[in-house]
């Protein structure tokens, strides 16, 4: 996966890591097609990964810092993830909204176990 993203940061040693995606990467990911359907151009967040010891501590802000400068950079004016409704996560919520990003979609999977909001960032 890293050497098919876009984007692929880390914070040494291990604290924390972001793989990203543009809409022309190849990546098969049922969300990333989602946004592939909808927008031309965009950089998806697949993952971002801090190690529990190191939360609390600014690494997730630090590393979408980086990644908005990178998408700019990479001439996207899209930043777009998602982030699961079931189960419920608060916190990947409380903070991409104060990042300024917004809904625009939801979905469905694993037979109805897991539901998901689509959020976009327009920089």
Same mark, same amino acid.
């Given at each position: 996966?890293?050497?098919? @993203?876009?984007?692929?940061?880390?914070? @040494?040693?291990?604290? @924390?890591?972001?793989?990203?995606?543009?809409?022309? $990467?190849?990546?098969?990911?049922? =969300?990333?097609?989602?946004?592939?359907?909808?927008?031309?151009?965009? +950089?998806? #967040?697949?993952? #971002? !990964?801090? /190690?529990? %010891?190191?939360?609390?501590?600014?690494?997730?802000?630090? +590393?979408?810092?980086?990644?908005?400068?990178?998408?700019?950079?990479?001439? =996207? %004016?899209?930043?777009?993830? %998602?982030? $699961?409704?079931?189960?419920?996560?608060?916190?990947? /919520?409380?903070?991409?909204?104060?990042?300024?990003?917004? %809904?625009?979609?939801? @979905? !469905?999977?694993?037979?109805?176990?897991?539901?998901? =909001?689509? +959020?976009?960032?327009?920089?």
């Amino acid at each position: 996966m890293i050497n098919a @993203a876009s984007v692929a940061t880390f914070i @040494a040693p291990g604290k @924390a890591s972001l793989l990203a995606f543009e809409q022309r $990467n190849d990546y098969d990911g049922t =969300h990333f097609k989602w946004f592939c359907s909808r927008y031309d151009r965009f +950089l998806y #967040v697949d993952r #971002v !990964v801090v /190690d529990s %010891e190191h939360r609390g501590m600014g690494h997730g802000r630090t +590393l979408y810092i980086d990644l908005f400068a990178r998408a700019k950079k990479l001439g =996207h %004016e899209y930043i777009v993830c %998602e982030v $699961n409704v079931e189960p419920p996560n608060p916190g990947s /919520d409380r903070f991409h909204f104060a990042q300024g990003f917004r %809904e625009v979609g939801r @979905a !469905v999977i694993d037979n109805g176990a897991k539901s998901v =909001h689509y +959020l976009l960032l327009r920089q």
